[in-house]
């Protein structure tokens, strides 16, 4: 899953996202009260991921660039 320069805004409840890699690009947004992401083999960040409470699980995780 590529997240292409955009955001992903959740409200109420928690985000939850799902793949077998998520690739959040530089200028991409993940945003929600609460997010919880779940990949099989990575995640690479370059954008913002936002939330109060963040829970990851991947075998790898990249926060490259200007990653926050």
Wanted: hydrophobic share 40%; aromatic share 0%.
């Amino acid at each position: 899953l590529a997240h292409l320069c955009a955001v992903l805004k959740h409200t109420g409840g928690t985000l939850h996202l799902g793949a077998s890699t998520l690739d959040n690009r530089d200028g991409g947004e993940i945003r929600a009260a609460q997010i919880r992401l779940d990949t099989l083999s990575a995640l690479t960040n370059r954008g913002l991921i936002d939330a109060d409470d963040t829970v990851i699980s991947s075998p790898l995780v990249d926060n490259l660039g200007s990653g926050r």
